[in-house]
């Protein structure tokens, strides 16, 4: 059985367009595939625990990650961490880079627009994402980035330099959602699971 973990962003949930258009095409095309979109708190540790409690249950080296903004971040950590032998591969989609960088200026309550739950950004979640950081790529072949040039929330060119060894796919314009994602879906499931 093969399994794709789609990790969502930051004030995101498995209910936004991007998850939606994932799980609708790995359903008509890909039957047999089994796809986890986890529900990702807002709470870093948690969401970490929750992605590793799932990922325990999985076949790893059949299994791909696709992670947007936040949740690239969290895909390179899990690609990473699980990177032996014929480890997983991820497609990142406006990934963020460095967030303990950003998430400085969120420290305090929020509530998730998908899901109205309320949480807190404390100093130990800057803390924690710090820990997580991959710093150098075991193997950058293991990604596929997904880039656009206007993204309003992220500096594209962070992710161009670290993913410089991978397969980089960078548009002129968009945003930070990705306009036009569903386009390239057909090439990221070949780049997951080929």
């Known amino acids: 059985m093969h399994h794709l973990v789609y990790l969502h962003g930051f004030l995101s949930?498995?209910?936004s367009l991007k998850a939606q258009q994932t799980i609708s095409f790995a359903n008509k095309h890909f039957p047999n595939?089994?796809?986890?979109v986890p529900e990702l708190p807002g709470d870093i540790n948690k969401a970490i625990e929750l992605i590793d409690n799932l990922l325990a249950t999985l076949a790893l080296s059949h299994t791909g990650f696709i992670g947007s903004s936040m949740g690239?971040?969290?895909a390179t950590y899990c690609v990473e961490k699980y990177a032996l032998g014929n480890g997983p591969k991820a497609v990142l989609v406006n990934p963020a880079?460095?967030?303990?960088?950003?998430?400085?200026?969120?420290?305090?309550?929020?509530?998730?627009?998908?899901?109205?739950?309320?949480?807190?950004i404390v100093p130990q979640h800057i803390v924690k994402?710090?820990?997580?950081?991959?710093?150098?790529?075991?193997?950058?072949?293991?990604?596929?980035?997904?880039?656009?040039?206007?993204?309003?929330?992220?500096?594209?060119?962070?992710?161009?330099?670290?993913?410089?060894?991978?397969?980089?796919?960078?548009?002129?314009?968009?945003?930070?959602s990705f306009v036009g994602y569903e386009a390239h879906l057909p090439s990221v499931f070949k780049f997951l699971f080929a």
């Open 97 to 120: 880079v460095e967030p303990f960088k950003l998430l400085g200026n969120y420290l305090g309550q929020h509530v998730n627009p998908y899901t109205n739950k309320a949480f807190a």
């Open 129 to 176: 994402l710090k820990q997580l950081y991959v710093n150098e790529l075991a193997a950058p072949a293991r990604y596929k980035v997904l880039l656009q040039t206007h993204d309003e929330t992220l500096d594209y060119t962070l992710a161009a330099k670290k993913y410089a060894a991978s397969d980089l796919v960078i548009e002129q314009g968009g945003d930070h």
């Open 33 to 36: 595939l089994n796809v986890h």
């Open 72 to 74: 690239g971040f969290l």
């Open 13 to 15: 949930s498995p209910h």
